[in-house]
């Protein structure tokens, strides 16, 4: 008999809870499964499996990063939402350095709840290049040089890779500066 007040949502908030301790890579099922006292073979009541998991805490984690990043860029334009949504960005990073690579996997198609979060994270940024008059295969483009920036600075700053004697700080201002000056002189690209 299943645990009462367990459930496939339960068990992948408490998988987010468990990877912010020790770290994505670490996320097991056995690890889980102990982590909410049950059994191994109980668990896959309500969950189908390692990926299935890690799909559903992808889903999961992306909702709670697009809530974040629209949240900052509302009511703002130019390099004002850019900086906003970046610290967003860079905060969320920080905070859930386990939950934070699960952001990364591609939206399940077949997932509605999953494919909608990745569609208001995107759109968020979106709307910012929007103020810098990017739109169509521009704001693509401009979206995965700014996504580019953000997880490679994060990832660093999170592995420990930034081991020059500067201010770690000033280096993240002087990226988000090059993005705004970037994203202001951007190479129009006509409509294909």
Known sequence: MPRAG?????????????V??????QLTLAALAGRLGVAL??????????DALAQKLSALV?????????TAGVGRAGADALRAIADAYRAYARRHPGRYPATQRVPDQADPEHVAAGERAVGAIYAVLRGYGL????????????RSALHGFVSLEAAGGFGLPRDVDRSYEQLVT??????RSWPRKPER
């Open 6 to 18: 367990l459930n496939e949502q339960a068990v992948v908030r408490e998988a987010a809870r468990l």
């Open 20 to 25: 912010d301790e020790v770290g994505y890579q």
């Open 41 to 50: 073979p109980s668990l896959y009541k309500h969950i189908r499996g390692a």
């Open 62 to 70: 992306t909702a709670e990063l697009a809530t974040e990043l629209t």
């Open 135 to 146: 739109t169509g295969d521009d704001a693509v483009d401009a979206a995965r040089v700014l």
């Open 178 to 183: 090059a993005m705004d000056t970037s994203f």
